[in-house]
């Protein structure tokens, strides 16, 4: 491997205080990997843990979630919500064997530009030294070898096993 | 086709623990219709037929050929790819078919690690030479093969191209029934077939419709494990710190666990267009945690409270997909060979 | 093959974008690899926020047949409205219009060229896979009820209900006491002009009780509000005041009759007394009394009626058997106007008050200075005759203090700076004010302070650690003696006083959390309530059709509480005025069919959106109360909650078009996977 592995990372944020940090970085002109894509809801709770999967699954190396501190929330209390579902989703990650670092949760305020920049570039380096997730591979590659070994004789399995 | 012009039923079993078998025969003296209707080309259950029996059809010789269980040897799939094959209807009959079931809970785990638990480190195992199966054998009688044993248990779906679905561990019977019913009146009187790829045999919409309990508006401080209380009859067992699936899961069962004081295992599986049945549960069992926290709270401090109310839900993988690993959005466990750590609970109380 | 005609437009933002991403080169490959997605048009322009690039647009849409659009440019809350307002001059619906954001999160933050353009190339994708899923919404409209709900007779709430009602709209003032007034009904001279409190708040207060718009509902709570914004249903329980309001003239005999003599801990502080039937204070509106059943003798012992027997009306005002009353009426709008509570100086007890008889409250010095109050004006000690000759009055008693309450309570300096003042005048006696800082920071304010400074009042620099009254020097015999460290002199001080006055903390209402709960709006850790923008929004709440006005959402001095009471009434004007509100149709839905009835969702809203349907058995969301987080949509086991607008299928697809599943050869350089289709 000659060139370094390139993550690719979907940054789900809030629209009031994490998308508006984002906005921020980008104003004040604070540089950070290219490495991140964001998708801006509405609120951290909307954040439906299936989206983290469908990433994962779908090519993503890591995803990170943003949102309003916790007492913060535009929607008053709804990243709780999202605090609680972070928590057990990263427990079920951790049981299907994905490291801690490729999902992570970072609040930022409207007014964090600098340090959502500074959270985005160390998880870019954490996750590039983890190295691909590549999911749909984890998926194919089942270290089976192919099935006509029951009955190597039989003529229909020779058609079907391919 | 026989002399006698009757439809074809066949009923295999892949990975299942028979009770499939055992809920189709439950629908009582419909049996009989069944037997009147059908004719069996391939039933290993209850009559002796052969491979070789199967082989001899010619292909879409079966009218209707339901298979339970799911694929986790390499004589599982290729049983189903000959019944494909030679089946004009392939039902997937049951969890274990339709979305790997318990079976499929190995997924979080290795194939050394499943072999190892069930043939050497298990207090019911006698086996001192620690013997292992191997896919060849050489004896002086020559070459012995058996079943290679797969790294990724699948459900029928993602091996053969499958016509319907009919969730449940096992299906209700009388659901069976009504499937059957349908499929029967299709074949003898000319009555349409429901469009290819549907579920049946199961309710549109979660469980907790059919389920008499109480419901109220849910806060729940902490979840508990079913022998550690005693729920209060009559009442939701989520809002008691039960997990209960019913929520998340396809109604059709008549919420048969529930009444009797035991959550929802989760086995009609998700609802349609809901894609990952345990994300659903997840986040709907977060959403219920009454954990919170006021302006200027400190976040670490939060953090903790959230974490020390997660410890309460132990194997939140086994638990939210016990019955839906195959089919969830990841399907298997990253293990890179590597056994996958068990969970270990920091609460157990 | 996509059956919409979508439109890619990439701004050069002069060169804040071009320079850092090729952007003819991401609009020549959304053209070229997205044509399949859609894409039937994809240009680049200098400016596309210029009328000039918005007219390009609007070109597209009518020769082009263009069915959505795609503009990449700088961020949606820069400009969304504007190109979804190009739109709609085309003809497009706006919400078809999806702006992504190339600049802040792309152009300006990054530095590799090539990278940069290829994560702009995955940005467009995502919008162009979302907007393709966009469904055209039209905004919420809801009728505005004219009737406005006011809470709370202080000064914020009159000057909110005579703003209102003056302009002709119907307002409903509830008060909890049994006369409106509030805090500033109690005291003597307000700061810095030291105008007579009463000379300038009873005019207003007789305004309010007489004005054919507005309805009084004094001795009354509110119990429950249902509904949203345009249309709430309030509840409201009239107390009995066991006087017919119908009959009775105000005339005060009963009051005179009354056999029974009550402290009053209210409006004199416990300072004074009343009776059993009372009205708190003289200038009270409404006049009619009211009669205390705790401590009225027919009441608590089934005879006496002296009120009733000398009541001179026929047929008589007062009624023992009069019941609490359960109104309900419409309203549009609510305006919270609460007030605060003041802080219990017994929580400090090195400060001594309740246990040395001449320590005071700031409330109860305002009695003491009030001529109509206790003591006729006249500053005396505990014993009522005795003039003090020094006085020492605390600042920040509660306030600025993290064992308590770490925020500045905002009036206690210039209310002490006043006590300073009125001691001088009236007894001039020596006075030391105990201060943290001075914050005179508004106008007149520190000229005031000067002032005060001329008439010679001392200040002392430094928290008083103890007030007491174990004399340990000469001198200090018969004296109440304030232990502080001095500052700006760097030593302990020992100052004899004979009258200590304690500038308390303004705390929250010790009910602000029940009440924020009933009105579905939020309350700080404090308990003050939250304001929907501290600085650009401070009156409104993020709860549609609920404001909030006065010290209910923090420290506020009179001048200020009138300014948000007159805010408040302005917002509800214009509400009024526009007759409907057009809510942006961000709204969360049940899908009835799929709804089992769990009631995962039921508690997850703040906003009180959520409710069950106990006949149908599912959960229900009210689009005008639902603000659009999506936290339901997100919670919900069974999939049958939905979002415009933030559906999971637009969120998905703008994911699958960020990773760029949807095109065959993705400029990414890794091996994209191959993807299970969604």
């Not at chain 3, 000039?52 to 609007?58: D, K, M, N, S, T």
Request: hydrophobic share 40%.
């Amino acid at each position: 491997m000659s060139e370094p592995f390139e993550p690719v990372i979907i940054g789900f944020t809030c629209n009031w205080c994490s998308y508006r940090a984002a906005d921020l970085a980008g104003t004040s002109r604070v540089k950070y990997p290219p490495n991140i894509r964001l998708i801006r809801l509405m609120c951290s709770g909307r954040l439906d843990p299936t989206f983290v999967l469908k990433a994962l699954a779908g090519g993503a190396d890591g995803v990170l979630i943003t949102g309003c501190h916790p007492g913060e929330c535009h929607y008053l209390e709804q990243n709780y919500k999202t605090l609680r579902r972070f928590t057990l989703l990263r427990r079920t990650l951790a049981q299907f064997g994905i490291e801690p670092e490729r999902v992570r949760l970072v609040w930022a305020s409207a007014a964090e530009g600098a340090r959502l920049a500074v959270e985005i570039g160390k998880m870019v380096e954490e996750v590039r030294a983890l190295g691909p997730l590549n999911w749909q591979g984890v998926i194919a590659d089942d270290g089976d070898p192919p099935i006509a070994i029951y009955h190597p004789q039989s003529e229909w399995v020779q058609g079907v096993a391919a | 086709m026989n002399a006698n012009g009757k439809p074809k039923l066949a009923m295999y079993w892949a990975s299942a623990c028979g009770g499939c078998e055992i809920s189709t025969l439950n629908i009582g003296e419909h049996i009989l219709t069944v037997d009147a209707v059908f004719d069996l080309a391939f039933f290993p259950c209850i009559a002796d037929f052969k491979v070789k029996d199967v082989l001899g059809y010619p292909d879409g010789y079966i009218d209707l050929c339901l298979i339970n269980g799911a694929i986790r040897n390499s004589e599982n799939e290729e049983m189903v790819r000959l019944l494909r094959r030679k089946s004009k209807l392939l039902v997937a009959f049951g969890s274990c078919a339709y979305e790997g079931c318990i079976p499929a809970l190995s997924n979080l785990t290795t194939r050394d690690a499943t072999l190892r638990a069930a043939y050497l480190d298990n207090p019911s195992i006698d086996n001192p030479a620690g013997t292992l199966p191997q896919p060849h054998t050489a004896v002086p009688e020559g070459d012995l093969e058996i079943p290679f044993f797969y790294h990724t248990v699948k459900s029928l779906d993602q091996v053969v191209d499958v016509d319907y679905t009919i969730p449940g561990c096992p299906p209700e019977p009388h659901q069976i029934w009504a499937v059957l019913q349908v499929v029967v009146a299709a074949l003898t009187q000319g009555g349409s077939l429901p469009p290819k790829g549907v579920l049946l045999g199961a309710g549109s919409v979660a469980v907790c419709e059919e389920c008499a309990l109480a419901k109220h508006e849910k806060a729940v401080a902490r979840f508990y494990r079913p022998y550690q209380i005693r729920p209060e009859p009559g009442l939701c067992l989520l809002e008691q710190g039960l997990i209960c699936m019913g929520p998340a899961t396809l109604s059709g069962c008549g919420a048969l666990c529930p009444q009797v004081g035991m959550g929802c295992r989760g086995c009609y599986g998700p609802l349609p267009g809901a894609e990952d049945q345990g994300m659903r549960m997840l986040t709907a069992i977060a959403s219920i945690l009454d954990v919170s926290g006021r302006p200027g709270d400190n976040e670490l401090d939060l953090e903790r409270k959230v974490e020390a109310a997660a410890d309460t839900i132990v194997d939140p993988a086994g638990t939210f997909y016990r019955f839906s690993m195959a089919h969830s959005l990841l399907r298997r466990a990253r293990t890179d060979g590597v056994e996958a750590a068990v969970p270990q609970p920091a609460v157990w109380s | 093959m996509s059956p919409e005609r979508i439109g890619v437009y990439v701004c050069h933002c002069g060169s804040n974008i071009a320079a850092t991403v090729d952007v003819e080169e991401v609009a020549l490959w959304a053209s070229e690899e997205l044509g399949d997605r859609g894409v039937v048009v994809a240009r680049d322009y200098q400016f596309m926020c210029s009328s000039l690039g918005q007219e390009l647009i609007e070109a597209d849409i009518k020769e082009q047949g263009l069915t959505r659009v795609v503009v990449a440019a700088c961020s949606p809350h820069l400009h969304e409205r504007t190109f979804r307002t190009a739109c709609k001059r085309a003809g497009l619906n706006p919400f078809l219009c999806e702006l992504v954001s190339i600049r802040e999160q792309v152009s300006w933050v990054h530095t590799d060229r090539a990278a940069a353009t290829e994560k702009a190339m995955a940005v467009v994708s995502g919008g162009v896979e979302r907007v393709t899923l966009h469904q055209p919404l039209e905004p919420l409209h809801v009728p505005i009820h004219p009737a406005t709900l006011i809470v709370g007779g202080g000064i914020a709430g009159i000057q909110a209900a005579l703003e209102i009602a003056d302009s002709g709209y119907p307002v409903y003032l509830v008060e909890r006491e049994p006369s409106i007034g509030g805090h500033m009904a109690q005291f003597d001279k307000t700061f810095p002009t030291l105008d007579c409190s009463a000379c300038i708040l009873t005019p207003k207060m007789v305004d309010v009780g007489g004005h054919p718009n507005v309805t009084l509902l004094t001795w009354s709570e509110v119990e429950r509000v249902d509904g949203y914004v345009g249309s709430f249903t309030v509840t409201v329980r009239k107390k009995a005041r066991y006087v017919d309001e119908s009959v009775c003239t105000g005339c005060g005999i009963c009051t005179e009759k009354c056999p029974v003599r009550v402290l009053d801990n209210t409006y004199e502080a416990g300072l004074g007394y009343r009776k059993a039937v009372y009205r708190p204070f003289a200038q009270a509106v409404p006049k009619y009394p009211v009669i205390d059943r705790e401590n009225c003798t027919y009441f608590q012992r089934g005879k006496c009626k002296a009120c009733q027997l000398f009541c001179p009306t026929h047929p008589k005002a007062i009624d023992f058997e009069q019941k609490d009353e359960i109104l309900q009426f419409q309203v549009g709008n609510i305006i919270l106007a609460t007030g605060y509570d003041l802080f219990d100086c017994r929580r400090i007890p090195q400060y001594g008050y309740a246990r040395l008889a001449n320590v005071f409250t700031s409330l109860e010095f305002e009695r003491l200075c009030n001529a109509a109050g206790p003591t006729g004006g006249k500053i005396v000690l505990r014993d009522g005759v005795t003039e003090p000759a020094t006085v020492g009055i605390i600042h920040c008693v509660g306030s600025r203090d993290h064992n308590y309450n770490p925020y500045c309570s905002n009036i206690c300096c210039m209310q002490s700076l006043k006590f300073g003042h009125l001691v001088k005048e009236r007894t001039g006696a020596e006075v030391f004010n105990f201060y943290i800082d001075i914050r005179t920071a508004f106008k007149d304010y520190d000229e005031f302070y000067q002032r005060v400074l001329e008439d010679g009042v001392h200040f002392v620099r430094g928290r008083v650690a103890e007030v007491t009254d174990a004399a340990r020097l000469p001198g200090e015999e018969g004296k109440l003696i304030i232990q502080v460290e001095d500052t700006l002199l760097g030593k302990q001080r020992r100052i004899p006083v004979d009258m200590v006055v304690l500038s308390a903390a303004l705390q929250p209402r010790q009910d602000s959390t029940e009440v924020a709960y009933t009105f579905g709006i939020a309350c700080s850790a404090n308990g003050w309530f939250i304001e929907k923008h501290p600085k650009l929004d401070p009156v409104a709440t993020m709860t549609e059709g609920i404001f909030i006005a006065g010290a209910c959402q923090g420290p506020k001095d009179i001048p200020a509480s009138v300014a948000q009471g007159a805010a408040a009434a302005a917002r509800v004007l214009g509400r009024i005025h526009q007759k409907e509100l057009a809510l942006e149709p961000v709204r969360a839905s049940i899908i009835a069919e799929r709804c089992s009835g769990c009631r995962i969702c039921n508690n997850l809203c703040p906003f009180n959106a959520i409710s069950y349907d106990t006949a149908r058995m599912i959960t229900e969301i009210n689009p005008a109360l639902c603000q659009g987080c999506g936290t339901c949509v997100a919670a919900c086991p069974s999939g049958a909650i939905t979002g415009t607008q933030f559906s999971n299928e637009q969120v998905l697809a703008q994911l699958y078009g960020l990773l760029l599943l949807n095109v065959s050869s993705g400029p990414v350089q890794q091996p994209q996977p191959a993807l299970v289709p969604a």
